[in-house]
């Protein structure tokens, strides 16, 4: 159907049919997610922008090119957030969220802007879940966090997942290696594309996170972050890899993962879903420790990761399932003074004054004000299981399987129709939600 006004580009609707998987993925992981201990956090869309040039960092694309901002009546400027642990990390400093607990366990869900070419798997506007634990530095939260993000992928379906990880180094060993890649990489310039000889200037260890093909080469042959890292860097490093090995965790080191944020310091990581094409990170993290400070906290060691929604829902099945939802029955007025009565009587169907989940029966009315029989007809079209009929007769509501097409024993009432319904429920399962995987 026309219309006058499109979806902005980059950004798409989620539609039924959908939106049913997002709920399912949403609720898998708040589950996995409470169960580590984690406690959500809701933050503004925009925030101010120099909170995003501080922490993602000058130098990075997402604060080049990619920021989404725009001047407020005041004039302040303002950007729609282009990633979630900054605004988080505000928020922990200024409600001292970490006076209450020295270990803070927190996680976000929610939508990110970033104004990147689109192609498949790569949005404008998309979907993060990201936690965030913050105090501890020992390598064992580097360890339980990459445990946490491999269990969110899990619970979501994904299956045969290999975390991919690295260490940047810290304030000692990093300024050495950023040397060692400028040395290499100025012999190397006439070989690097226009970008990399900007980021040369800027920030060498970027030029690892190029794709322009004829760069390719020139990166192959860099020097490794993992022969530059100090001695303290090494033996977390190490510590890191143990666990994952200890808690059964399929991993493979990857010397040139970098990262497109400049807060990182030593632990970084990433996953990869094999169907996703070019853009196949489904999600990535690692270690912060400066952050809280720059922000003008106390020292406080982090580590946090994020995952795409679209990407994750995208390598589990298919993105749009246009499903309809079917209902457990159809309540049918069979003449039209008794539309009141069927929209009562299927309200009492649904029992929504003592909500149960395990309790609730899908139920429709049709209130277009058409007959019995055109009615039952939209009732077989949208895949009711059930169709009953009000008034009752004196014996009680008629009810008419739709699918086999037969008469069933009329039921007494209400609450003797909505157990026998949920009995058949129990014997089929439930209708399909248009989420099964
Ligand atoms: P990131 O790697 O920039 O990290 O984003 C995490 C994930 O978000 C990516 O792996 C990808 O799945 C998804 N994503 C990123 N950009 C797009 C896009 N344009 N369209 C669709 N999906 C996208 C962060 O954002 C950090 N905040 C992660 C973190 C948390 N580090 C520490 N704590």
Known sequence: MASKFQVPRGTRDILPGESERWVVLESS??????????????????EATDLFVRSVGEATDIVRKELYTFEDRKGRSLTLRP???????????????????????????????????????????????????????????????????????????????????NSLGDATCRPVYRERLRDYF??????????CRERLKTNPLRILDCKVPSCQPVLAGAPSVLDSLCEPCREHFDAVRAGLDALGI???????????????????????????????????????????????????????????????????????????????????????????????????????DRYDPQDALRVMVDPGGRSASAQLKWASKIGARFAVFVPPDPDGYPVRDMEAGKDEAKQKSAESLRHWLLE????????????AR
């Open 250 to 352: 399929s991993q493979e080191t990857a010397p040139r993962l970098v990262r497109g944020l400049d807060y990182y310091t030593r632990t970084v990581f990433e996953a990869y879903a094999a169907e996703l094409g070019a853009q196949n990170a489904v999600g990535g993290g690692g270690r912060y420790d400066e952050l809280v400070r720059e922000f003008g906290g106390p020292a406080t060691p982090a580590i946090g990761f994020s995952i795409g929604m679209e990407r994750l829902l995208m390598a589990t099945g298919p993105l749009e399932v246009g499903q309809p939802a079917r209902p457990d029955a159809c309540v049918v007025a069979r003449e039209p003074s008794a539309t009141w009565e069927a929209l009562k009587f299927a309200r009492s169907l649904r029992n929504v």
């Open 29 to 46: 992981t708040r589950d996995v997610l409470s169960r580590y201990g984690y406690r959500e956090v809701r933050t503004p869309i925009f």
């Open 424 to 435: 058949r429920r129990r014997q089929v399962g439930p209708a399909p939600e248009g989420a």
């Open 83 to 165: 990633e979630g642990t900054a605004p988080l990390v505000r928020a922990y400093l200024e409600h001292s969220l970490g006076q209450t607990d020295p270990l803070t366990r927190l996680y976000y869900i929610g939508p990110m802007f970033r104004y990147e070419r689109p192609q498949a798997g790569r949005y404008r506007q998309f979907w993060q879940i990201g936690a965030e634990l913050l105090g501890p530095a020992a390598p064992a939260a580097d360890v339980e966090m990459i445990d946490l993000f491999y269990w969110i992928l899990r619970a979501a379906g994904l299956a045969e997942i290999t975390v991919h990880v």
């Open 186 to 195: 100025t012999a190397q310039s006439d070989r690097l594309c226009g970008d």
